[in-house]
Every structure is written in structure tokens, then in C-alpha cells.
Nanobody
Framework: HVQLVESGGGSVQAGGSLRLSCAAS????????LGWFRQAPGKEREAVAT???????QMADSLEGRFNISKDNTENTLFLHMNSLKPEDTAMYYC???????????????WGQGTQVTVS
């Protein structure tokens, strides 16, 4: 059973920063790729960033330079650092997991409940 619990969402002014956290089960953290996705009202869900078991990261091109994904290996926690936030970043942000092997990831089939980010 994969457990993913997001936190850290809230309201922030444009130009501000926010850090999202995702607490993952030990099994999920050790054996799965992890990632952040977001979905705004009326829009399709989109990938924000992913990280594999070897620590390799991939960021959406449009967010490169503003967002950063990282893991705390001692706490089994995934982070999304968001800087220079814009109103268009407003969305529900989800933590997700995929079965992984080395640097490769399968489909992201496991999801947290989401945390709302609102930028004004």
C-alpha cells in the first residue's frame, strides 16, 4: 500500500515562495519514483516535476528556474520548492508515485489527496 500525504499549500502573494511537502511510506520512498502534478479548474492535470530512485530530477520546461524538486532521504519526504509564484500557478497540487527501477519510472498510478495553492 502506497501512502502519500501532501502539505504546505495555502495562499501567497505573487512573487512569493512556498514549499510543499509529501510524506511517503517507507516502501514508496525506497522503491518508487515520486513526482508533483497540478491541476487548475477547467484545465487538464499537468506534470510539474519528477525524481527517480537515483535522485535524477525532471522539471516541466515552463517551470524550470522557478520550481525545484528534492527529497529528504532520512525523513522519506518529497519537497517542491516554488519561487517567484504567479497567479497562473494557482492549482491543486498532487504528490504521486510510480513503480521504479533504477532511473526508470512506470506510469504514475498512486496519488495523494492534493493540497491547494492560491497565488494572488
Amino acid at each position: 500500500h502506497v501512502q502519500l500525504v501532501e502539505s504546505g499549500g495555502g495562499s501567497v502573494q505573487a512573487g512569493g515562495s512556498l514549499r510543499l511537502s509529501c510524506a511517503a511510506s517507507a516502501h514508496a520512498y525506497s522503491s518508487y519514483c515520486l513526482g508533483w502534478f497540478r491541476q487548475a479548474p477547467g484545465k487538464e492535470r499537468e506534470a510539474v516535476a519528477t525524481i527517480n530512485n537515483e535522485g535524477d530530477t525532471q522539471m516541466a520546461d515552463s517551470l524550470e528556474g522557478r520550481f525545484n524538486i528534492s527529497k529528504d532521504n532520512t525523513e522519506n519526504t518529497l519537497f517542491l520548492h516554488m519561487n517567484s509564484l504567479k497567479p497562473e500557478d494557482t492549482a491543486m497540487y498532487y504528490c504521486a508515485a510510480a513503480r521504479g527501477s533504477g532511473r526508470y519510472c512506470s506510469a504514475f498510478d498512486y496519488w495523494g489527496q492534493g493540497t491547494q495553492v492560491t497565488v494572488s
